[in-house]
């Protein structure tokens, strides 16, 4: 009964920002790591940032400095703040998370950005 839902996604131009958001609801008894991933036309589903349950947060080497991650624990929540877009990001973001220690994802939000 764990879903996963994101939000936030849309269409923005070179440099704007957009925030996405992915809330997980269900039969919660633990959420532990949790974190966005994107995959783009043609191309292998990459790993964008990751965070702990205490705030440890892992980034693509690529995307440090633009990409935030952040979550709210007692909201099932994990956002990602994106700044400076570029059109390279491009691509459907998927949200994870590891809850009552099983791995699930989202179905994905598409981020266009235009050049």
């Known amino acids: 009964q764990v879903q996963l839902v994101e939000s936030g996604g849309g269409l923005v131009q070179a440099g704007g920002s957009l925030r996405l958001s992915c809330t997980v609801s269900g039969s919660i008894f633990s959420i532990r790591a949790m974190g966005w991933y994107r995959q783009a036309p043609g191309k292998q589903r990459e790993l964008v940032a990751s965070i702990t349950s205490y705030g440890t947060t892992n980034y693509a080497d690529s995307l440090k400095g633009r990409f935030t991650i952040s979550r709210d624990n007692a909201k099932n929540t994990v956002n990602l703040q994106m700044n400076s877009l570029k059109p390279e990001d491009t691509a459907v973001y998927y949200c994870?998370?590891?809850?009552?220690?099983?791995?699930?994802w989202g179905q994905g939000t598409q981020v266009t950005v235009s050049s």
């Open positions: 994870n998370a590891v809850v009552n220690y099983k791995e699930y």
